[in-house]
């Protein structure tokens, strides 16, 4: 447990000193556990380590499969987001699960969200995820204002979306100047678009989380970090 206290305490100071340098308050940043492989009593353990230090934490599932596990954390109320690769055909298990969908990234998810939110009668919240690294192994939207408002609106129109921000994945590479040159393109994106309803911004992982802090990011998503690298034989 002092392992796992230590790192999140190592989280928690990464964040203030980022925010404090971008002249932002730490409190306005929300940070989402990427729980992919973790089992629900390590989500637990984290969640209350957290909760000591005055922190509300969400957690993100990347895959549909994971799901399940999340029911045993239940009693903790917390905020549930989507934040993996999503494949059409999980469309009805992602709008079950979370409360807010990170990864849309393209018209085909777009509509079969719709569909499923309007077959459950609810209204889903979706983050639009931009390709701003220019990288093909990634997914998004082309980090284009006009593609976007485009998205928006066809979500808007569907009247069982609503949009309330972008997500990126920043750049995989060491070069510095670009990872955060791929998350200031969000911010600049977000303020190009002059859509209020569009304020949050989902970017920033372990290995980017002060760049986007200090770039702008409303909502950060960390694992490993936190758990420590993934087992995946578990």
Same mark, same amino acid.
């Given at each position: 447990?002092?392992?796992?206290?230590?790192?999140?305490?190592?989280?928690l100071?990464?964040?203030?000193?980022?925010?404090?340098?971008?002249?932002?308050?730490?409190?306005?940043?929300a940070?989402?556990?990427?729980t992919k492989?973790?089992?629900?009593?390590?989500?637990?353990?984290?969640?209350? $380590?957290?909760s000591?230090r005055?922190?509300?934490?969400?957690?993100?599932?990347?895959?549909?499969?994971?799901?399940?596990?999340?029911?045993?954390?239940e009693?903790?109320g917390?905020t549930?987001?989507f934040?993996?690769?999503l494949?059409?055909?999980?469309?009805?298990?992602?709008?079950?699960?979370?409360?807010?969908?990170?990864?849309?990234?393209?018209?085909?998810?777009?509509?079969?969200?719709?569909?499923r939110a309007d077959?459950?009668?609810?209204?889903?919240r $979706?983050?639009?995820? =931009?390709?701003?690294?220019?990288?093909?192994?990634k997914?998004?939207?082309a980090p284009?204002?006009?593609?976007?408002?485009?998205a $928006?609106?066809?979500?808007?129109?569907?009247?069982?979306l609503?949009?309330?921000?972008?997500?990126?994945i920043g750049s995989?590479?060491?070069?510095?100047d670009?990872?955060?040159?791929?998350?200031?393109d969000?911010?600049?994106?977000?303020?190009d678009?002059?859509d209020?309803?569009?304020?949050?911004?989902?970017m920033?992982?372990?290995?980017d989380?002060e760049?986007? =802090?200090?770039e702008?990011?409303?909502i950060?998503?960390?694992?490993?970090?936190?758990?420590?690298?993934?087992?995946?034989?578990?």
């Open positions: 447990m002092s392992e796992l206290a230590d790192s999140i305490d190592q989280v100071d990464r964040i203030a000193q980022a925010a404090q340098r971008a002249g932002r308050s730490a409190e306005d940043i940070i989402v556990l990427a492989t973790r089992t629900a009593d390590e989500i637990r353990a984290a969640v209350e $380590i957290f000591e005055g922190v509300r934490v969400g957690v993100g599932e990347n895959r549909a499969q994971e799901i399940a596990k999340h029911a045993e954390l009693d903790l917390l549930r987001h934040i993996g690769r494949q059409t055909n999980k469309a009805r298990d992602a709008v079950r699960f979370a409360d807010l969908i990170h990864s849309v990234d393209r018209p085909g998810l777009i509509d079969a969200l719709e569909r077959n459950d009668g609810v209204t889903q $979706i983050l639009l995820q =931009v390709n701003t690294s220019g990288e093909d192994t997914a998004g939207f284009d204002a006009a593609v976007l408002k485009d $928006i609106d066809r979500c808007r129109d569907g009247g069982t609503t949009v309330e921000g972008l997500m990126t995989h590479t060491g070069d510095e670009e990872v955060r040159r791929s998350l200031r969000l911010r600049i994106l977000r303020e678009l002059a209020p309803a569009v304020r949050e911004l989902s920033g992982m372990t290995h989380l760049q986007a =802090v200090e702008g990011a409303t950060i998503r960390v694992g490993s970090a936190v758990f420590g690298e993934r087992n995946y034989t578990k």
